[in-house]
């Protein structure tokens, strides 16, 4: 079996060194087909047992737009009014449920059943990988991301998720970015600063 080729200096470009988070987009929208073709790209990332916990709540609407940004600190809360998409990124307790079809190898589903700290910490680890696959799947497409905390996460939870077992992990903003909206790079280390190899 033939090794991957390594990606290009344009993709590589795109995908990390140039990339950057928003606080501002350009009045230009985005389409339903381009929020699948985000899922549809995210999903092939890897988590546990291919548990896949994340749970999307897609903000494109003024009115939901609305209702995110009021339970968001104020920076907060304009950057969202002002982005043609904001994503509640969510972890679903009840994750396991789904194991029979989505890792149907082995009894998964009993791995976690009765085990509220193996499920908790399940669900957080992988659905924050999937938010990050998230964050590079829009990447590829030629999107722009601007991941953040800064909310009240139990009113989202109540607004986006009631009567579900599903809790916030973050939200973040997507659209095609300003460049007048972000500072310069903030610094990045040396490998050798925090790394070891041993």
């Known amino acids: ?34 929020l699948e073709a985000i899922w549809d790209l995210m999903k092939m990332g890897p988590t546990s047992a291919n548990c896949l916990p994340a749970r999307i709540i897609w903000c494109v609407s003024d009115d939901a737009k609305e209702k995110i940004a009021s339970m968001a600190m104020e920076s907060n809360a304009e950057k969202i009014r002002k ?22 190898h082995t009894d998964a589903k009993s791995w976690f059943t009765g085990n509220d700290s193996l499920i908790e910490s399940t669900a957080f680890r992988n659905s924050s990988l999937q938010g990050a696959y998230f964050i590079m799947a829009a990447r590829a497409l030629g999107l722009d991301t601007g991941p953040m905390s800064g909310f009240d ?14 809790k916030t992990n973050f939200i973040s903003t997507l ?6 909206s972000i500072f310069d790079r903030s610094p990045r280390p040396e490998f050798e600063r925090f790394n070891r190899v041993q």
Do not use: C, W
């Open 1 to 34: 079996m033939p090794m991957n080729k390594p990606l290009d200096d344009n993709a590589l470009d795109q995908l990390f060194r140039e990339a950057r988070t928003y606080n501002g987009y350009l009045d230009t929208p985005v389409s339903k087909q381009q």
């Open 83 to 104: 982005a043609p998409v904001t994503a509640i990124i969510g972890m679903d307790y009840d994750f396991h449920d789904h194991l029979p079809e989505l890792f149907p």
């Open 153 to 166: 996460a139990d009113a989202v939870n109540k607004a986006f998720f009631a009567e579900t077992k599903v």
């Open 175 to 180: 659209g095609y970015g300003d460049p007048a």
